[in-house]
C-alpha cells in the first residue's frame, strides 16, 4: 500500500476539525473519507487529540475544553466564561462546569478518559448542567449567551453584572463580545426577577473591580458617582465621587506603583485627593473599602 500523502491528510483532519467548531466525532473523520487506522495515525502525529473515546479535538483548545469533553460535554457557565476572558469569583474556577446533554452517553472522570462514573458525585471536580442550548458550541464551550444564562444562576449578582460589564465594554473602539442584540436576548431569557439588572450594566466598566465597587457605592448611596472621568486632559480616573474625591481600583496585572505616585501627585496639585484600592481590599474587604471612603467625604 503507497504512503499515504501526510500534508493532504493533516490539512483534511484540520478542516474537519474547523467546521465542527474544533470537536468532532469520528465519524466526521470517516465522511471526509479518512479511514479509522489514518486517524489514529493523525493522533500520533499530534494533528488531532482523542480525550474521549469516539472523540477528537483541535490540540490548540484550553485543557478546560478538552476536559470537559473527557466528561462527555462541553465547557460552560464559570469555566466558558472565563474561556470567554470574563470575570468569575476568586476561586470559583477550581470546579469544571460542563453541559451535558440529555441523551449523552456515561460520563467520564475529567482527568481520566476510561473511568466511568456512577454518578455526577463521583467527580468532585465537576459541576453539571443540562438544559437547552440556543447556540452552536465553540471550540468546547459554550456560546456567550448560553455562558451567561447558565452563569446567572451560579455567581452573586454583582460578578454576574462585572461579567456583563466586561461582555458589553469595548476597548479601545474594538467591537465588544457581547453585541447590543445578543445583549437584549440575555437579558429577555433571564428569570422575571433578574431582568432589571439590564439597567446596572455600565459598559465603560474596564474591570470587575470598578463593577464591584460602583454596584458597592450604589447600595451605600455614595455619590453622585462617575465612571471613567476626565478629570483633566492627560488624566482620566476610575471614579469621581462628589467634586474632589477620586477614586482607583487597581488590578493585580499592568500595575506601575511608582507611575502611579507621580500621578496621584499630580492630582493632588490640581485639588484632588486619591484613594487607592487594590483586587484583594475590594473583593475580600469591601465594606471595610466602603467605610474609607465615606469618612474621606466627611473631611
Known amino acids: 500500500m503507497p504512503e499515504p500523502n501526510w500534508d493532504l491528510l493533516d490539512a483534511r483532519a484540520r478542516e474537519v476539525l474547523r467546521l465542527h467548531r474544533g470537536v468532532a466525532h469520528v465519524a466526521a473523520f470517516d465522511e471526509a473519507g479518512i479511514t479509522r487506522r489514518q486517524v489514529a495515525a493523525l493522533r500520533g502525529r499530534g494533528v488531532i487529540e482523542r480525550p474521549r473515546i469516539g472523540w477528537y479535538v483541535d490540540p490548540a483548545l484550553p ?12 465547557a460552560d457557565c464559570i469555566t466558558s466564561a472565563e474561556l470567554w476572558g470574563l470575570p468569575v469569583p476568586p476561586g470559583s474556577h477550581q470546579r469544571l462546569h460542563v453541559h451535558v446533554a440529555e441523551h449523552e452517553g456515561p460520563l467520564r472522570h475529567n482527568r481520566d478518559r476510561t473511568w466511568v462514573l456512577r454518578s455526577v458525585e463521583d467527580d468532585g471536580e465537576v459541576e453539571v448542567h443540562r438544559g437547552i442550548r440556543r447556540e452552536p458550541t465553540l471550540e468546547g464551550r459554550a456560546g456567550l449567551v448560553d455562558t451567561l444564562l447558565v452563569l ?50 455600565d459598559d465603560r466598566a ?10 458597592a457605592m450604589l447600595r451605600r448611596g455614595i ?10 486632559p492627560r488624566h482620566r480616573v476610575d471614579f469621581l465621587v462628589g467634586d474632589r474625591l477620586i477614586i482607583e481600583a487597581d488590578g493585580e496585572a499592568f500595575h506601575d506603583p511608582e ?12 485639588g484632588y485627593r486619591v484613594l487607592r484600592f487594590s ?19 466627611a473631611h
Not at 474596564?206 to 454596584?215: A, D, I, K, V, Y
Not at 455619590?223 to 483633566?232: K, S
Open 279 to 297: 483586587y484583594q481590599r475590594i473583593v475580600t474587604d469591601l465594606e471595610a473599602v466602603l467605610d474609607e471612603i465615606e469618612t474621606a467625604l
Open 206 to 215: 474596564e474591570s470587575c473591580l470598578e463593577t464591584l465597587l460602583r454596584l
Open 259 to 270: 507611575r502611579d505616585r507621580v500621578r496621584d501627585a499630580e492630582l493632588e496639585a490640581l
Open 223 to 232: 455619590g453622585p458617582v462617575v465612571l471613567q472621568a476626565q478629570v483633566h
Open 63 to 74: 485543557w478546560q475544553a478538552k476536559r470537559a469533553v473527557r466528561v462527555g460535554g462541553t
Open 152 to 201: 446567572a444562576g451560579c455567581v452573586p449578582l454583582d460578578w454576574f453584572v462585572a461579567a456583563l460589564d466586561a461582555a458589553r465594554h469595548a476597548p479601545r473602539g474594538a467591537r465588544p463580545l457581547l453585541g447590543e442584540q445578543d445583549f437584549e436576548r440575555v437579558v429577555a431569557q433571564l428569570p422575571r426577577r433578574l431582568r432589571a439588572i439590564a439597567y446596572l450594566v
